[in-house]
């Protein structure tokens, strides 16, 4: 078939439907996850039969897996421990084990903090930024440089917002509100010197950590009252109706709670801070 053609990807998508490992699977085009939970105090890994199912499907449909593109990466404390799994290996090499993997466009870490992720951020927004300056000296208005910010800048500030919100620190949430108060500098030079929340209002645009608190709720409510199954398997079973019915605001899924908030999904912090704010009946 033509590469580039419209049939393409989807003849793809047909070719890889009945793929299967045996534990939960995320497909994405030709990127495919497999992921493990271990239990407290038990470290027993039944990776290797997963990956062993995956040559074998592979081996039975004519297709080959790229050894030097597929990684493993072990969450959470154990991957600091001596209990960690062993070294996964394949008939063409050892999986190699990473600590940070870039994964659909965010950098994911086996601490599950986001400092790789932010820091790639700020590093393509600091390139971007050049660009700026670039436009100032040619004598762009004012209007076109803040358009050029918002519609340039901003985006890569916001991108994945609800993935990594909830977890930012405060130093990152200053590292990125720094940037756009830099960009503000560029654009509007009166506005040196002044108050961050005067220079915003004098280009007419929000604080970033406002924003991506309003993208979180908005995407966490159209999430919930139009559930895909993706979204569906990491969400808790909702409670019974007979609960909920005789209560007027009671929430219809239940919280969870961890006894640390690092490790907390952002699904989960969502359920126990945004449930009361989503007034559409689901």
Same mark, same amino acid.
């Given at each position: 078939?033509?590469?580039?053609?419209?049939?393409?990807?989807?003849?793809?998508?047909?070719?890889?439907?009945?793929?299967?490992?045996?534990?939960?699977?995320?497909?994405?085009?030709?990127?495919?996850?497999?992921?493990?939970?271990?239990?407290?105090?038990?470290?027993?890994?039944?990776?290797?039969?997963?990956?062993?199912?995956?040559?074998?499907?592979?081996?039975?449909?004519?297709?080959?897996?790229?050894?030097?593109? @597929? *990684? %493993?990466?072990?969450?959470?404390?154990? &991957?600091?421990?001596?209990? /960690?799994? $062993?070294?996964?290996?394949?008939?063409?090499?050892?999986?190699?084990?990473?600590?940070?993997?870039?994964?659909?466009?965010?950098?994911?870490?086996?601490?599950?903090?986001?400092?790789?992720?932010?820091?790639?951020?700020?590093?393509?927004?600091?390139?971007?930024?050049?660009?700026?300056?670039?436009?100032?000296?040619?004598?762009?208005?004012?209007?076109?440089?803040?358009?050029?910010?918002?519609?340039?800048?901003?985006?890569?500030?916001?991108?994945?917002?609800?993935?990594?919100?909830?977890?930012? @620190? *405060? %130093?990152?949430?200053?590292?990125?509100? &720094?940037?756009?108060?830099? /960009?503000? $500098?560029?654009?509007?030079?009166?506005?040196?010197?002044?108050?961050?929340?005067?220079?915003?209002?004098?280009?007419?645009?929000?604080?970033?950590?406002?924003?991506?608190?309003?993208?979180?709720?908005?995407?966490?409510?159209?999430?919930?009252?139009?559930?895909?199954?993706?979204?569906?398997?990491?969400?808790?079973?909702?409670?019974?109706?007979?609960?909920?019915?005789?209560?007027?605001?009671?929430?219809?899924?239940?919280?969870?709670?961890?006894?640390?908030?690092?490790?907390?999904?952002?699904?989960?912090?969502?359920?126990?801070?945004?449930?009361?704010?989503?007034?559409?009946?689901?």
């Amino acid at each position: 078939m033509p590469q580039g053609s419209w049939l393409g990807p989807l003849s793809f998508l047909v070719l890889i439907d009945d793929l299967t490992a045996g534990c939960p699977t995320v497909k994405y085009d030709d990127d495919t996850t497999l992921s493990e939970t271990f239990q407290p105090k038990s470290y027993n890994s039944s990776m290797a039969v997963f990956l062993d199912n995956i040559l074998a499907w592979s081996l039975e449909n004519n297709m080959e897996l790229n050894t030097s593109k @597929t *990684k %493993e990466m072990v969450l959470g404390p154990i &991957a600091r421990s001596e209990l /960690a799994p $062993h070294l996964l290996t394949t008939p063409a090499g050892t999986i190699e084990r990473v600590h940070s993997f870039k994964l659909l466009g965010v950098h994911i870490e086996s601490s599950l903090c986001w400092s790789t992720d932010i820091n790639s951020i700020l590093k393509i927004v600091t390139q971007r930024m050049y660009f700026l300056k670039q436009l100032k000296r040619a004598g762009l208005s004012s209007t076109h440089l803040l358009e050029y910010c918002i519609a340039v800048i901003r985006p890569v500030l916001e991108c994945c917002v609800p993935v990594w919100h909830h977890a930012l @620190t *405060k %130093e990152q949430s200053k590292q990125i509100e &720094a940037i756009q108060k830099r /960009a503000i $500098h560029i654009i509007l030079n009166f506005t040196r010197g002044m108050p961050y929340t005067s220079m915003l209002y004098a280009a007419s645009i929000n604080i970033l950590a406002s924003r991506r608190h309003d993208i979180y709720v908005k995407d966490f409510s159209v999430a919930l009252l139009n559930p895909l199954p993706a979204f569906i398997t990491y969400v808790p079973a909702p409670r019974e109706q007979s609960l909920t019915a005789r209560f007027r605001s009671v929430q219809k899924y239940p919280r969870v709670y961890a006894r640390t908030s690092r490790y907390c999904s952002f699904i989960n912090y969502s359920l126990n801070n945004y449930q009361d704010k989503i007034t559409n009946p689901i």
